[in-house]
Protein backbone atom coordinates (compact mmCIF):
# COMPACT_ATOMS: atom_id res chain seq x y z
CA UNK A 1 0.00 0.00 0.00
CA UNK A 2 0.89 3.50 -0.48
CA UNK A 3 1.19 5.68 1.97
CA UNK A 4 2.69 9.93 2.37
CA UNK A 5 4.67 10.12 5.21
CA UNK A 6 6.00 6.55 7.57
CA UNK A 7 7.03 7.46 11.05
CA UNK A 8 9.68 4.98 12.37
CA UNK A 9 9.66 5.23 16.51
CA UNK A 10 11.51 3.96 19.46
CA UNK A 11 8.73 4.16 21.48
CA UNK A 12 4.93 5.59 20.42
CA UNK A 13 3.22 6.44 23.41
CA UNK A 14 -0.97 6.43 21.66
CA UNK A 15 -3.18 7.34 24.09
CA UNK A 16 -5.62 5.44 22.96
CA UNK A 17 -8.86 4.16 24.84
CA UNK A 18 -6.62 1.44 26.09
CA UNK A 19 -2.96 3.26 26.41
CA UNK A 20 -1.57 1.58 24.29
CA UNK A 21 2.75 1.94 24.36
CA UNK A 22 4.01 0.52 21.50
CA UNK A 23 7.90 -0.35 20.76
CA UNK A 24 9.89 -0.47 17.63
CA UNK A 25 6.53 0.96 16.05
CA UNK A 26 5.64 3.15 13.06
CA UNK A 27 2.72 5.17 12.29
CA UNK A 28 1.61 5.20 9.17
CA UNK A 29 -0.15 8.85 7.41
CA UNK A 30 -1.90 9.86 4.71
CA UNK A 31 -3.07 13.41 3.96
CA UNK A 32 -3.74 14.83 7.04
CA UNK A 33 -4.95 11.25 8.54
CA UNK A 34 -3.51 8.76 10.92
CA UNK A 35 -3.75 5.70 8.41
CA UNK A 36 -1.93 2.85 10.51
CA UNK A 37 -0.66 2.33 13.64
CA UNK A 38 1.72 -0.95 14.84
CA UNK A 39 4.77 -3.31 15.06
CA UNK A 40 7.93 -1.50 12.50
CA UNK A 41 8.31 -5.03 10.71
CA UNK A 42 4.56 -4.93 9.93
CA UNK A 43 4.22 -1.44 8.40
CA UNK A 44 7.37 -1.42 6.65
CA UNK A 45 6.84 -4.30 5.03
CA UNK A 46 3.13 -3.20 4.15
CA UNK A 47 3.94 0.60 3.35
CA UNK A 48 5.56 2.40 0.41
CA UNK A 49 5.99 6.10 1.27
CA UNK A 50 6.99 9.06 -0.05
CA UNK A 51 8.84 10.00 2.91
CA UNK A 52 10.17 8.09 5.59
CA UNK A 53 10.88 10.23 9.15
CA UNK A 54 13.27 8.07 11.25
CA UNK A 55 12.71 8.23 14.43
CA UNK A 56 14.39 5.70 16.24
CA UNK A 57 15.74 7.66 18.89
CA UNK A 58 12.57 9.57 19.71
CA UNK A 59 9.35 8.80 21.77
CA UNK A 60 6.25 9.92 19.58
CA UNK A 61 3.05 10.84 21.34
CA UNK A 62 0.25 13.00 20.57
CA UNK A 63 0.64 16.75 20.34
CA UNK A 64 -0.08 18.56 23.52
CA UNK A 65 -3.06 20.52 23.52
CA UNK A 66 -3.50 23.79 25.08
CA UNK A 67 -6.72 24.77 26.24
CA UNK A 68 -6.70 27.84 27.79
CA UNK A 69 -4.97 30.54 26.30
CA UNK A 70 -4.41 34.30 25.26
CA UNK A 71 -1.59 33.66 22.15
CA UNK A 72 -1.02 37.23 21.34
CA UNK A 73 0.09 38.14 25.36
CA UNK A 74 3.36 36.43 24.44
CA UNK A 75 4.26 39.83 23.43
CA UNK A 76 3.60 40.76 27.18
CA UNK A 77 5.36 38.22 28.92
CA UNK A 78 7.05 39.50 31.93
CA UNK A 79 6.15 43.48 31.52
CA UNK A 80 3.74 43.23 35.06
CA UNK A 81 4.46 39.95 37.92
CA UNK A 82 3.45 39.36 40.92
CA UNK A 83 -0.05 41.25 41.20
CA UNK A 84 -3.10 39.85 42.36
CA UNK A 85 -5.54 39.15 39.31
CA UNK A 86 -7.97 42.58 39.21
CA UNK A 87 -4.95 44.91 39.67
CA UNK A 88 -3.28 43.05 36.72
CA UNK A 89 -5.48 42.87 34.30
CA UNK A 90 -7.07 46.27 35.21
CA UNK A 91 -3.69 48.13 35.38
CA UNK A 92 -1.24 46.82 33.57
CA UNK A 93 -3.01 44.42 30.50
CA UNK A 94 -6.13 46.00 29.66
CA UNK A 95 -3.78 49.57 29.12
CA UNK A 96 -2.11 48.19 26.80
CA UNK A 97 -4.54 46.14 24.91
CA UNK A 98 -6.39 49.35 24.19
CA UNK A 99 -3.68 49.96 21.53
CA UNK A 100 -3.62 46.64 20.14
CA UNK A 101 -3.76 46.20 16.19
CA UNK A 102 -4.10 43.65 13.73
CA UNK A 103 -0.04 43.19 12.64
CA UNK A 104 0.62 43.22 16.25
CA UNK A 105 -1.72 40.67 17.48
CA UNK A 106 -0.62 38.33 14.49
CA UNK A 107 2.88 39.18 15.75
CA UNK A 108 1.71 38.19 19.24
CA UNK A 109 0.51 34.74 17.69
CA UNK A 110 2.91 33.81 15.60
CA UNK A 111 5.57 34.16 18.52
CA UNK A 112 3.05 32.19 20.78
CA UNK A 113 2.69 29.69 18.00
CA UNK A 114 6.78 29.11 17.57
CA UNK A 115 6.55 28.53 21.17
CA UNK A 116 4.16 26.10 21.14
CA UNK A 117 5.52 23.95 18.10
CA UNK A 118 9.11 23.91 19.53
CA UNK A 119 7.31 22.78 23.20
CA UNK A 120 5.22 19.92 21.55
CA UNK A 121 1.92 21.70 21.54
CA UNK A 122 0.00 21.21 18.74
CA UNK A 123 -3.51 22.69 19.00
CA UNK A 124 -4.71 25.08 21.34
CA UNK A 125 -7.75 26.85 22.42
CA UNK A 126 -7.41 30.77 22.53
CA UNK A 127 -9.68 34.17 23.61
CA UNK A 128 -8.11 37.14 22.57
CA UNK A 129 -9.14 40.43 20.74
CA UNK A 130 -8.49 41.15 16.99
CA UNK A 131 -8.63 36.94 16.31
CA UNK A 132 -8.91 37.56 12.70
CA UNK A 133 -5.07 38.25 13.27
CA UNK A 134 -4.40 35.32 15.55
CA UNK A 135 -6.22 33.06 12.45
CA UNK A 136 -4.23 34.51 10.01
CA UNK A 137 -1.02 33.75 12.28
CA UNK A 138 -2.25 30.03 12.60
CA UNK A 139 -2.60 29.43 8.91
CA UNK A 140 0.77 30.69 8.37
CA UNK A 141 2.48 28.63 11.63
CA UNK A 142 0.59 25.29 10.60
CA UNK A 143 -1.20 25.12 14.11
CA UNK A 144 -4.79 23.93 14.97
CA UNK A 145 -6.61 26.62 16.86
CA UNK A 146 -10.39 26.82 18.04
CA UNK A 147 -9.91 30.34 18.42
CA UNK A 148 -12.75 33.09 19.56
CA UNK A 149 -12.95 37.05 19.32
CA UNK A 150 -13.38 37.78 23.14
CA UNK A 151 -16.95 39.62 23.67
CA UNK A 152 -16.65 42.02 26.43
CA UNK A 153 -20.00 44.76 27.16
CA UNK A 154 -17.48 47.54 26.78
CA UNK A 155 -15.36 48.17 23.41
CA UNK A 156 -12.56 46.42 22.13
CA UNK A 157 -9.97 47.38 19.99
CA UNK A 158 -12.04 44.73 17.08
CA UNK A 159 -15.31 46.80 17.57
CA UNK A 160 -16.93 50.00 18.61
CA UNK A 161 -19.57 48.07 20.35
CA UNK A 162 -20.69 44.54 21.99
CA UNK A 163 -23.26 44.31 18.70
CA UNK A 164 -20.30 44.72 16.74
CA UNK A 165 -18.36 42.47 18.66
CA UNK A 166 -21.36 40.10 17.87
CA UNK A 167 -21.36 41.30 13.87
CA UNK A 168 -17.35 40.52 14.06
CA UNK A 169 -17.94 36.75 15.23
CA UNK A 170 -20.51 35.98 12.20
CA UNK A 171 -17.89 37.71 9.74
CA UNK A 172 -14.92 35.62 11.56
CA UNK A 173 -17.35 32.12 11.08
CA UNK A 174 -18.02 33.36 7.40
CA UNK A 175 -14.61 33.57 6.76
CA UNK A 176 -12.63 31.39 8.12
CA UNK A 177 -15.16 28.49 8.32
CA UNK A 178 -13.86 26.00 5.52
CA UNK A 179 -10.33 26.44 6.91
CA UNK A 180 -8.94 22.69 7.70
CA UNK A 181 -7.23 23.69 11.31
CA UNK A 182 -9.11 26.58 12.20
CA UNK A 183 -12.66 26.11 13.85
CA UNK A 184 -14.23 28.77 16.08
CA UNK A 185 -16.15 28.91 19.60
CA UNK A 186 -18.01 31.62 21.12
CA UNK A 187 -16.33 33.57 23.75
CA UNK A 188 -17.94 35.75 26.02
CA UNK A 189 -14.71 37.36 28.38
CA UNK A 190 -16.22 36.39 31.77
CA UNK A 191 -19.73 37.45 33.81
CA UNK A 192 -17.48 40.54 35.52
CA UNK A 193 -17.23 41.74 31.62
CA UNK A 194 -20.34 41.07 30.34
CA UNK A 195 -24.21 41.20 31.10
CA UNK A 196 -26.85 38.34 31.40
CA UNK A 197 -27.91 39.60 28.05
CA UNK A 198 -24.61 39.48 26.39
CA UNK A 199 -24.65 35.93 27.69
CA UNK A 200 -27.67 34.62 26.34
CA UNK A 201 -27.25 35.99 23.00
CA UNK A 202 -23.83 34.06 23.23
CA UNK A 203 -25.49 31.05 23.81
CA UNK A 204 -28.09 31.26 21.08
CA UNK A 205 -25.27 32.40 18.57
CA UNK A 206 -23.07 29.02 19.37
CA UNK A 207 -26.37 27.26 18.75
CA UNK A 208 -27.36 29.36 15.64
CA UNK A 209 -23.73 28.46 14.14
CA UNK A 210 -23.13 24.99 16.04
CA UNK A 211 -20.21 26.75 17.72
CA UNK A 212 -18.64 25.59 21.12
CA UNK A 213 -18.80 28.03 23.79
CA UNK A 214 -15.59 29.26 25.96
CA UNK A 215 -15.54 31.43 28.81
CA UNK A 216 -13.34 32.52 32.50
CA UNK A 217 -15.52 31.39 35.37
CA UNK A 218 -14.76 31.00 39.06
CA UNK A 219 -11.28 31.93 38.77
CA UNK A 220 -11.32 33.93 42.20
CA UNK A 221 -12.92 34.55 45.07
CA UNK A 222 -13.33 38.26 44.52
CA UNK A 223 -14.92 37.08 40.93
CA UNK A 224 -17.69 35.38 43.23
CA UNK A 225 -18.11 38.13 45.53
CA UNK A 226 -18.72 40.44 42.82
CA UNK A 227 -21.36 38.62 40.73
CA UNK A 228 -23.22 37.81 44.21
CA UNK A 229 -23.64 41.22 44.91
CA UNK A 230 -24.23 41.90 40.96
CA UNK A 231 -26.61 38.87 40.93
CA UNK A 232 -27.29 37.42 44.15
CA UNK A 233 -26.19 34.25 42.72
CA UNK A 234 -22.13 32.43 42.41
CA UNK A 235 -21.33 32.45 38.90
CA UNK A 236 -21.72 28.67 38.20
CA UNK A 237 -25.24 29.17 39.05
CA UNK A 238 -25.78 32.77 37.71
CA UNK A 239 -24.19 31.19 34.33
CA UNK A 240 -25.89 27.64 34.64
CA UNK A 241 -29.66 30.18 34.52
CA UNK A 242 -28.69 31.64 31.58
CA UNK A 243 -28.37 27.94 30.12
CA UNK A 244 -24.75 28.32 29.75
CA UNK A 245 -23.23 24.98 30.76
CA UNK A 246 -23.43 22.44 28.19
CA UNK A 247 -21.08 19.23 26.92
CA UNK A 248 -19.73 22.23 24.46
CA UNK A 249 -19.04 24.72 26.89
CA UNK A 250 -15.65 25.18 28.48
CA UNK A 251 -14.77 27.22 31.69
CA UNK A 252 -11.61 28.36 32.33
CA UNK A 253 -10.37 28.27 35.58
CA UNK A 254 -13.14 26.90 37.88
CA UNK A 255 -10.92 27.50 40.99
CA UNK A 256 -13.96 28.57 43.45
CA UNK A 257 -16.26 25.68 43.28
CA UNK A 258 -17.94 24.41 45.83
CA UNK A 259 -18.92 20.38 45.61
CA UNK A 260 -22.31 21.02 44.75
CA UNK A 261 -21.26 23.41 41.83
CA UNK A 262 -18.74 20.69 40.77
CA UNK A 263 -21.70 17.95 40.71
CA UNK A 264 -23.57 20.54 38.48
CA UNK A 265 -20.69 20.95 36.14
CA UNK A 266 -20.68 17.25 35.94
CA UNK A 267 -24.14 16.36 35.34
CA UNK A 268 -24.22 18.98 32.48
CA UNK A 269 -21.19 17.62 30.83
CA UNK A 270 -19.07 20.82 31.11
CA UNK A 271 -15.68 20.99 30.54
CA UNK A 272 -12.87 23.19 33.08
CA UNK A 273 -10.01 23.71 31.41
CA UNK A 274 -7.49 24.14 34.46
CA UNK A 275 -4.77 26.52 34.30
CA UNK A 276 -2.59 25.83 37.14
CA UNK A 277 0.13 28.18 37.04
CA UNK A 278 -1.34 30.92 35.91
CA UNK A 279 -3.23 30.07 39.26
CA UNK A 280 -0.76 29.63 41.15
CA UNK A 281 1.34 32.92 39.61
CA UNK A 282 -1.76 35.33 40.42
CA UNK A 283 -2.81 33.38 43.58
CA UNK A 284 -6.18 32.74 42.81
CA UNK A 285 -6.12 29.68 44.12
CA UNK A 286 -6.28 25.81 43.73
CA UNK A 287 -9.00 24.13 41.58
CA UNK A 288 -9.86 21.29 43.35
CA UNK A 289 -9.23 19.21 40.40
CA UNK A 290 -9.67 15.61 41.85
CA UNK A 291 -12.63 15.96 43.18
CA UNK A 292 -13.74 17.18 39.88
CA UNK A 293 -12.06 14.04 38.31
CA UNK A 294 -13.75 11.92 40.83
CA UNK A 295 -17.22 13.13 39.43
CA UNK A 296 -16.25 12.40 35.81
CA UNK A 297 -16.08 16.04 35.12
CA UNK A 298 -14.38 16.64 31.83
CA UNK A 299 -10.46 18.69 32.75
CA UNK A 300 -8.58 19.98 30.27
CA UNK A 301 -5.41 21.55 30.66
CA UNK A 302 -3.99 24.97 29.69
CA UNK A 303 -1.39 27.55 30.47
CA UNK A 304 -3.74 30.86 30.12
CA UNK A 305 -1.38 33.43 28.46
CA UNK A 306 2.49 34.27 28.28
CA UNK A 307 1.68 37.18 30.74
CA UNK A 308 0.38 35.58 33.63
CA UNK A 309 2.40 32.08 33.48
CA UNK A 310 4.91 32.78 31.72
CA UNK A 311 5.33 30.75 29.35
CA UNK A 312 3.15 28.19 27.06
CA UNK A 313 4.66 24.92 27.49
CA UNK A 314 2.09 22.24 28.45
CA UNK A 315 5.23 20.23 29.58
CA UNK A 316 6.36 21.70 32.69
CA UNK A 317 2.18 22.69 32.91
CA UNK A 318 1.98 18.82 33.32
CA UNK A 319 4.69 18.71 35.92
CA UNK A 320 3.18 22.00 37.93
CA UNK A 321 -0.09 20.09 37.66
CA UNK A 322 0.32 17.00 39.17
CA UNK A 323 2.89 17.86 41.97
CA UNK A 324 0.29 20.68 42.78
CA UNK A 325 -2.65 18.47 43.94
CA UNK A 326 -0.73 16.12 45.63
CA UNK A 327 0.57 18.87 48.17
CA UNK A 328 -3.16 20.28 47.91
CA UNK A 329 -4.49 16.95 49.46
CA UNK A 330 -1.17 15.82 50.77
CA UNK A 331 -1.40 12.85 49.33
CA UNK A 332 0.99 11.69 46.22
CA UNK A 333 -1.63 8.98 44.48
CA UNK A 334 -3.84 12.67 43.91
CA UNK A 335 -3.46 13.59 40.31
CA UNK A 336 -1.32 10.23 38.62
CA UNK A 337 0.44 11.18 35.50
CA UNK A 338 -1.89 9.55 33.33
CA UNK A 339 -4.79 11.63 34.04
CA UNK A 340 -2.62 14.57 34.03
CA UNK A 341 -1.61 13.35 30.47
CA UNK A 342 -5.10 12.53 29.49
CA UNK A 343 -5.94 16.49 30.82
CA UNK A 344 -3.61 17.61 27.95
CA UNK A 345 -4.67 15.27 25.35
CA UNK A 346 -7.85 13.96 25.96
CA UNK A 347 -9.37 16.46 27.68
CA UNK A 348 -7.81 19.22 25.22
CA UNK A 349 -9.77 17.46 22.59
CA UNK A 350 -12.81 18.02 24.42
CA UNK A 351 -12.67 21.69 24.79
CA UNK A 352 -12.03 22.15 21.40
CA UNK A 353 -15.08 19.67 20.49
CA UNK A 354 -12.53 17.56 18.46
CA UNK A 355 -12.98 14.14 18.83
CA UNK A 356 -10.43 13.48 16.23
CA UNK A 357 -7.22 14.89 17.92
CA UNK A 358 -5.50 13.72 21.58
CA UNK A 359 -4.34 9.98 20.83
CA UNK A 360 -2.76 8.26 18.18
CA UNK A 361 -4.98 5.84 16.35
CA UNK A 362 -6.25 5.11 12.70
CA UNK A 363 -8.52 7.81 11.48
CA UNK A 364 -7.17 10.55 13.08
CA UNK A 365 -5.56 13.65 12.41
CA UNK A 366 -2.26 13.18 12.53
CA UNK A 367 -0.98 15.98 14.99
CA UNK A 368 2.27 14.36 16.49
CA UNK A 369 5.58 15.31 18.16
CA UNK A 370 8.55 13.39 19.25
CA UNK A 371 10.52 13.48 22.36
CA UNK A 372 14.62 12.57 21.55
CA UNK A 373 15.30 9.73 24.24
CA UNK A 374 18.96 10.45 23.87
CA UNK A 375 18.18 13.62 26.51
CA UNK A 376 20.26 12.54 29.96
CA UNK A 377 17.04 13.43 31.70
CA UNK A 378 14.60 10.90 29.84
CA UNK A 379 17.55 7.66 30.76
CA UNK A 380 16.77 5.21 31.35
CA UNK A 381 13.05 4.69 29.91
CA UNK A 382 11.16 2.78 32.33
CA UNK A 383 7.75 4.02 31.85
CA UNK A 384 7.06 6.73 29.17
CA UNK A 385 4.15 8.78 31.01
CA UNK A 386 6.16 9.37 33.82
CA UNK A 387 8.67 10.57 31.90
CA UNK A 388 6.17 12.80 29.85
CA UNK A 389 5.07 14.17 32.84
CA UNK A 390 7.36 14.41 35.62
CA UNK A 391 10.85 14.45 33.74
CA UNK A 392 10.37 16.20 30.16
CA UNK A 393 11.10 19.93 30.12
CA UNK A 394 9.40 20.20 26.39
CA UNK A 395 13.23 20.88 25.49
CA UNK A 396 13.66 16.84 24.20
CA UNK A 397 10.93 17.87 21.17
CA UNK A 398 12.62 17.07 18.20
CA UNK A 399 9.89 16.82 15.94
CA UNK A 400 6.25 18.94 16.05
CA UNK A 401 3.60 17.66 12.89
CA UNK A 402 -0.02 18.89 12.62
CA UNK A 403 -2.34 16.87 9.97
CA UNK A 404 0.57 15.33 8.58
CA UNK A 405 2.65 18.51 7.92
CA UNK A 406 6.05 18.57 9.88
CA UNK A 407 6.22 22.17 11.23
CA UNK A 408 9.58 21.28 13.43
CA UNK A 409 12.57 19.15 12.79
CA UNK A 410 15.90 18.32 14.48
CA UNK A 411 16.23 22.41 15.61
CA UNK A 412 14.47 23.78 12.42
CA UNK A 413 11.29 25.75 12.33
CA UNK A 414 9.76 24.52 8.63
CA UNK A 415 6.70 27.08 8.25
CA UNK A 416 8.34 30.15 10.55
CA UNK A 417 10.86 32.20 9.07
CA UNK A 418 12.04 32.14 12.66
CA UNK A 419 15.00 34.71 12.21
CA UNK A 420 12.92 37.65 10.99
CA UNK A 421 10.27 36.79 13.35
CA UNK A 422 12.53 37.00 16.26
CA UNK A 423 13.55 40.74 14.59
CA UNK A 424 10.05 41.84 14.53
CA UNK A 425 9.38 41.10 18.20
CA UNK A 426 12.16 42.41 19.41
CA UNK A 427 11.48 45.56 17.55
CA UNK A 428 8.25 45.89 19.52
CA UNK A 429 9.66 46.08 23.07
CA UNK A 430 9.47 49.65 22.59
CA UNK A 431 5.86 49.89 21.72
CA UNK A 432 5.24 47.89 24.47
CA UNK A 433 7.45 49.92 27.09
CA UNK A 434 5.59 53.43 25.64
CA UNK A 435 2.23 51.93 26.40
CA UNK A 436 2.76 51.07 29.52
CA UNK A 437 4.04 54.36 30.72
ZN1 LIG B 1 -7.46 33.40 30.43
Redesign the pocket.
Known amino acids: MVCDILIQANTILTQDPQRTVLENAGVAITGDTITAVGPWENLSRRYTAGQTLNLNHAMVMPGLINA ?3 AAMSLLRGVADDLPLMEWLTKHIFPVEKHLSPEIVELGAMLACAEMTRLGTTSFCD ?1 YLIEDATYRAVDRAGLRVLGGEGIFMFPSPAYADTERGFDLVRELHERWKDHPRIRQAVMPHAVYTTTPEILRRCLALSQELNMPLHI ?1 LA ?1 TVTETEQCLAATGLRPVQYVHELGLLTPKTTI ?2 GVDLTEAEIDLLAGTGTVVAH ?1 PE ?1 NMKLASGIANVPYMLQRGVPVSL ?1 T ?2 AA ?1 NNALNMFTEMTSCALLHKVRCMDPTCAPAQAVLDMATLGGSRTMCMPDIGYIAPGMRADMVALDLRAPNLQPLHNPVSHVVYAATGAEVCMSMVGGEVLYNDGAFLKIDYPSLLKEVSALRSWVREKLS
Open positions: HTHMHEAHNSGDGS
